[in-house]
């Protein structure tokens, strides 16, 4: 009998594809060398956390400008309907201006070779002049404000929007100087809708080859104004002026990425958390309200109820039988009948929530880091110690003051220069070579202004603080 050979139909063992294998190890190969410093944590794409994280971004136009809109209108909407959010901006405004900056005109002597009591004396001339001008309404171009209210609403408007536009025409209205503020609201510099050729925009702003802003597009009428029926044109604004050079356009803004050339709002890194404690905030107030109604439903097999309505009629929010024939209304004390085979059921509302100071709280330490406000400024609550206290008003100090110094270079410097320009041209303050040499009127034009000052928790602490640091 022949012995039992080894089976013929074994299947043999497939070769590998070399381009696979070698595909497979220049993968491997570029993977071990690509997973070195971030990409093992923060630039990590295979790590559970990142997994649904929308991280791609783009420039600051895709970033920026592409969502300011949405940006604007729900910050506006916050501050307008969000205690917290209201606060925020009130906050730096009452602290880094207040009830307005004053201008206190510092001549370089020694720049312009003229003696310390010559300075003193322009000084004294030129702050009147500008004060003359500045308290007076005739500096607004639309006469409803002062040039230190003006601060405020420019301030105001800078932070709801992101930025702030002052147009500065000149016009006469018969008063001593023709130099006037026009402040408009961000959304009216935009893109007009049919672009000028050859013409590089961004949402307003005209660039040059190189990238500087040059013009600004400004639309005539109020882009969101619900009157369809005025003029929609654009006028192209120059930052200066060709003939004169003089400003005919201030732009506040404060910028956080190169090539930035709109700003962002305040509250735009906290519009969520805000929105949300805002929606919290007011389930609970309507929760507690409706667990203070205290209400007694009888169910009565006849037509009227036995004991009769005890809401009082001019407490009633229905309005006609028909609405009242569809809905019971809750009420202190108040008894309701209710009509055949009704019934009613009521979620216990367990309030008031315990926990609803806490978290409020720890949401509003959440926004004012993000904003540099500490939350005691924020809420207002200095409930802590008196170290913890004057901590968080020395750290707000600085958000405020860095506030004031952008609203110093980008407002009421560049006015004020505008201002003395006119006063210089018409006699009414003499500088010599102040129109011929820029160095020369950098001289005459140095200035400080001031404003409110940093409040104090224990003044008598803070005076005996200050009279060691004399002693040493």
């Not at 491997?28 to 997994?51: I, L």
């Not at 600004?216 to 929609?232: A, M």
């Not at 009565?300 to 809401?311: D, F, I, R």
């Not at 809750?330 to 085979?341: M, Q, R, T, Y």
Request: aromatic share 8%; with cysteine.
């Amino acid at each position: 009998m022949p012995k039992k050979g080894r089976k013929q139909n074994r299947i043999s063992p497939s070769h590998p594809d070399p381009q696979a294998v070698a595909a497979a190890l220049v993968q491997e190969v570029a993977q071990r060398f690509f997973n070195t410093g971030y990409s093992g944590g923060g630039a990590s794409t295979k790590k559970n956390y990142s997994r649904g994280w929308e991280w791609q971004g783009g420039s600051p136009v895709e970033d920026i400008s592409k969502n300011i809109d949405v940006l604007r209108q729900r910050s506006r909407d916050l501050f307008m309907n969000s205690g917290i959010g209201r606060s925020a901006i009130t906050r730096i405004c009452d602290n880094s201006v207040g009830v307005g900056l004053r201008l206190q005109s510092t001549p370089n002597a020694e720049m312009l070779g003229i003696t310390a009591e010559e300075a003193s004396t322009f000084a004294r001339k030129m702050e009147w002049e500008f004060n003359l001008w500045a308290n007076s309404r005739d500096c607004d171009s639309t006469g409803l404000n002062t040039f230190e209210e003006l601060q405020a609403v420019a301030l105001l408007s800078w932070l709801q929007s992101g930025d702030c536009f002052a147009l500065l025409p000149m016009r006469d209205y018969g008063g001593p100087y023709e130099l006037k503020i026009h402040l408009i609201e961000a959304d009216r510099v935009s893109d007009p809708q049919n672009k000028p050729t050859g013409v590089k925009l961004d949402n307003g702003a005209e660039l040059d080859q190189y990238g500087r802003v040059v013009a600004y597009w400004v639309n005539r009428q109020h882009p969101l104004t619900k009157d369809f029926g005025g003029d929609r044109g654009f006028d192209r604004i120059p930052v200066r002026d060709a003939a004169t050079g003089r400003t005919n356009i201030v732009h506040m803004i404060r910028i956080e990425r190169p090539e930035q050339h709109r700003g962002v709002p305040l509250l735009a890194p906290v519009i969520e958390n805000l929105k949300q404690l805002t929606r919290y905030g007011e389930a609970e107030l309507m929760a507690a309200v409706v667990a203070s109604l205290f209400t007694i439903f009888v169910k009565s097999q006849t037509p009227q109820s036995p004991l009769g309505e005890s809401l009082p009629e001019i407490d009633k929010v229905t309005t006609g039988q028909y609405d009242e024939d569809y809905h019971y209304e809750l009420g202190p004390g108040a008894v309701v009948g209710l009509g055949e085979n009704e019934d009613i059921t009521i979620a216990n509302p367990t309030r008031p929530n315990s926990a609803f100071e806490a978290f409020v709280k720890s949401v509003s330490r959440e926004v004012g880091a993000a904003l540099s406000i500490p939350y005691e400024v924020l809420l207002q609550a200095f409930t802590a110690s008196y170290s913890a206290s004057r901590a968080a008003l020395l750290s707000f100090w600085k958000t405020a003051l860095i506030w004031r110094a952008g609203m110093v270079r980008n407002f009421c410097q560049p006015v004020f220069e505008e201002f003395a320009w006119e006063a210089v041209l018409k006699g009414r303050v003499d500088a010599p070579g102040f129109v011929d040499d820029p160095s020369i009127r950098a001289a005459w034009l140095a200035s400080r202004w001031h404003g409110p000052a940093m409040g104090q928790i224990d003044p008598l602490k803070e005076a005996q603080a200050a009279e060691k640091r004399m002693d040493i």
